[in-house]
């Protein structure tokens, strides 16, 4: 079992940045891929940032250049780190983790809010 809880979201104004963190605890995320995800009212769920390594992350065009994924296997912790945040970024964030071997994400955090305003 893998826990998750994120941290910093919170009221932005438009063009300001966020950054999120995502502490793990009972198992190591060396051995997940890790996922932010995001959903707004009223819409489906969306992936916004995907770190399967340290180095091969992947992002959708809508934050693509303005969001940025890392992972601190050391700490156990998961960042995203949001510039240049639009109207359009507010939502509820979640964190996600899964096993290399299967393709569905097992383990969710709580979520945390993100509200940018204009």
């Known amino acids: 079992q893998v826990q998750l809880v994120e941290s910093g979201g919170g009221l932005v104004q438009v063009g300001g940045s966020l950054r999120l963190s995502c502490a793990a605890s009972?198992?190591?995320?060396?051995?997940?891929?890790m996922g932010w995800f995001r959903q707004a009212p009223g819409k489906e769920r969306e992936r916004v940032a995907i770190?399967?390594?340290?180095?091969?992350?992947y992002y959708p065009d809508s934050v693509r250049g303005r969001f940025t994924i890392s992972r601190d296997n050391a700490k156990n912790t998961v960042y995203l780190q949001m510039n240049s945040l639009k109207s359009e970024d507010t939502a509820v964030y979640y964190c996600?983790?899964?096993?290399?071997?299967?393709?569905?994400?097992?383990?969710w955090g709580q979520g945390t809010q993100v509200t940018v305003s204009s």
């Open positions: 996600a983790a899964r096993r290399w071997s299967v393709s569905e994400y097992e383990y």
């Open positions: 009972g198992r190591t995320i060396n051995n997940y891929a």
């Open positions: 770190a399967t390594s340290s180095i091969t992350t």
